[in-house]
């Protein structure tokens, strides 16, 4: 199962509600945790999207709802910038053990500030990332200003927020003046990546311009360009959690490999109804996807099954060419093909079905060099013999069961 729901305690007792998201080889490199938006929850489908997109590249990945928010349990009219800080830390002890410390912190809006505040109380941490975060949790005020003198007033307002209500108390203003991240980027001691969108209209990219001045190196932004605040675009979620999850690697230990180390084979696997077609494929340190086109009800993530037999077949045509150039020391400078996959009617309908349909693959080869008719003649031949041919052109025993 790639995504196994869980829960755990705060520091106050109350159970918070999480889905612990792992590769498809069960067996992540690394832990990281998400911190979600201001009154959002961890199952918006951009949050979704971007634990794809991290455990597409091995990531084990933590999302959780704050306390009062998603199906967590207690009162978000009682919580405040400090208690989703300190709900983020409690996601990281639940994670030291039961698992591993997470190495990665992200976090999208206004829990991206607060990743920055977690992260400087956790010496295992090594990275945070940040979405679309304000530079100073002040920030938020904006987006409850029309409500603010009520709740001075009287102590507390039910304000809306993206259409849902939620009741806002003196408190939760009181907090935010207390909490100023700036000088705590300064001893952040981690390495910083901030992405932001430049269309970005909730959160303007001023913000990402503040923290990545106050921050110490090493350090590193991203322009989201065309996305906005929530990535509500698939591709938009996707692109940032294998961005984030690249950008990551570099500063993580890799002294000890698990996925190169228990991948033997190829592992593949297909997520619940919403991810459609969309396919994970790790094989040793290599991950990439499969989809179908959206044509054909996919999200065209990814090459199709036949796109990739064609890519094997054309890739180990190419490489069995070049060993023979070698060999032969022949000058093949370069090796392009062409590969096409269609279904064709059998020829000879006399001996069998008249509807029936064989798999048909058109290979095109063009051979750069200094190479006579002779030669290019045998590298033909020789095109023929690449393992990935033989084992395609003669009969195939594959033995299906279930674990």
């Known amino acids: 199962m790639k995504s196994k729901k869980i829960s755990f305690k705060n520091r106050d007792g ?34 979704r999207n971007i634990a794809d997109g991290l455990t597409n590249k091995g990531f084990g990945l933590l999302r959780f709802d704050f306390t009062g928010l998603g199906q967590s349990e207690g009162d978000f009219s009682e919580t405040n910038f400090s208690s989703q800080v300190s709900d983020l830390l409690s996601a990281c002890s639940y994670m030291k ?9 992200i976090g999208h809006s206004l829990g991206g500030t607060a990743a920055l505040i977690a992260a400087s109380e956790l010496p295992d941490l090594r990275a945070v990332a940040t979405i679309g975060s304000p530079a100073d949790p002040l ?18 307002a039910k304000v809306t927020i993206a259409g849902r209500s939620f009741t806002i108390k003196s408190q939760f203003l009181e907090d935010l003046e207390k909490n100023s991240i700036k000088n705590r980027l300064k001893k952040l001691k981690k390495s910083l990546l901030i992405l932001h969108s430049p269309q970005d209209r909730i959160v303007s990219i001023g913000e990402a311009e503040k923290i990545y001045t106050a921050a110490m190196h090493p350090k590193s ?13 698939e591709e938009d979620g996707l692109y940032t959690g294998e961005l984030i999850a690249s950008w990551a690697k570099r500063y993580l230990d890799h002294k000890s490999d698990p996925v190169a180390e228990s991948t033997e084979g190829t592992w593949v696997r297909l997520g619940d109804e919403e991810d459609k077609f969309t396919t994970q494929i790790q094989m040793g340190k290599h991950s990439l996807m499969a989809d179908e086109p959206r044509s054909a009800g996919g999200y065209d993530y990814g090459p199709s099954p036949y796109d ?44 069998t079905d008249k ?12 051979l750069d060099g200094d190479l006579d008719d002779k030669q290019k003649k045998r590298m033909l031949e020789i095109a023929d013999k690449c393992p990935v041919h033989k084992s395609l052109t003669q009969t195939i025993v594959i033995e299906s069961r279930l674990k």
């Open 14 to 47: 109350v159970t918070l509600s999480a889905r612990l998201e792992m590769p498809v080889t069960h067996k992540p490199q690394h832990f990281a945790i998400f911190a979600h938006c201001f009154t959002c929850s961890k199952d918006l489908r951009a949050v």
């Open 97 to 105: 053990e039961n698992h591993k410390p997470p190495v990665l912190m």
């Open 139 to 156: 920030h938020v005020k904006h987006l409850i200003e029309s409500d603010i003198d009520e709740i001075k007033s009287e102590g507390k």
């Open 221 to 233: 932004f991203v322009s989201l360009d065309g996305a906005d605040h929530l990535l509500s675009r």
């Open 308 to 351: 990739l037999l064609n890519a094997s077949l054309g890739s180990c045509t190419a490489m069995t060419l070049r060993m023979y150039a070698n060999h032969k020391k022949w000058d093949l400078k370069e090796v392009r093909i062409h590969l096409q996959h269609e279904k064709k009617h059998v020829s000879d309908a006399e001996n």
């Open 355 to 366: 509807n029936e349909k064989l798999d048909h693959i058109t290979r095109t080869i063009e």
